[in-house]
């Protein structure tokens, strides 16, 4: 049997951490079967939010989506599994919270609270490479 492990940066954004749910998303991710391998509290400087979003620099959204992430704690999880980051990807759910399917995070825990898009609990690495790039950043 081939046993292929793969680790993921997930964060739990601030809406996450001032409205309690670090425990339940971390219960939804331990349910799955992955593991909690390294995890921190955390208040970001300007620096590491602008290397982390660096490839949304320039649009629209950057500047709220920054300051949202300034605005409270955050905390940092690396987890790992087979096929961990497309799997907490599809545990998340899509983008949107308001359309998000029920049965995902962002479905059933996060809704439009007047700051469109931005407050959907969860960040998840969306490929080996951005991966390896946020763990080296937020686990430095
Ligand atoms: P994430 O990176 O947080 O896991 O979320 P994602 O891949 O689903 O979304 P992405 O396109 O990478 O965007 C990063 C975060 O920016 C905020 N956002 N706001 N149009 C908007 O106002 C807008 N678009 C994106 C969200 O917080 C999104 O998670
Ligand atoms: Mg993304």
């Known amino acids: 049997?081939?046993?292929?492990?793969?680790?993921?940066l997930v964060l739990v954004k601030p809406d996450g951490v001032a409205r309690n749910l670090t425990g339940e998303i971390l219960r939804r991710i331990e349910a799955k079967g992955y593991q909690l391998v390294d995890i921190k509290l955390i208040?970001?400087?300007?620096?590491?939010l602008a290397e982390h979003y660096a490839?949304?620099?320039?649009?629209?959204?950057?500047?709220?989506?920054?300051?949202?992430?300034?605005?409270?704690?955050?905390?940092?999880?690396?987890i790992a599994g087979n096929r961990v980051i497309e799997g907490f990807r599809s545990l998340a759910g899509t983008t949107d919270p308001t359309t998000a399917a029920p049965g995902t995070i962002r479905g059933d825990l996060a809704r439009d609270w007047g700051l469109a898009v931005?407050?959907?609990l969860v960040h998840g690495s969306d490929s080996p490479e951005s991966a390896a790039r946020e763990l080296a950043l937020w686990f430095a």
């Open 43 to 48: 208040e970001p400087e300007r620096e590491l």
């Open 55 to 78: 490839e949304h620099q320039g649009k629209p959204f950057y500047e709220p989506l920054v300051e949202f992430m300034e605005s409270g704690p955050i905390v940092a999880l690396r």
């Open 1 to 8: 049997m081939t046993t292929y492990v793969e680790e993921t």
């Open 118 to 120: 931005q407050q959907n």
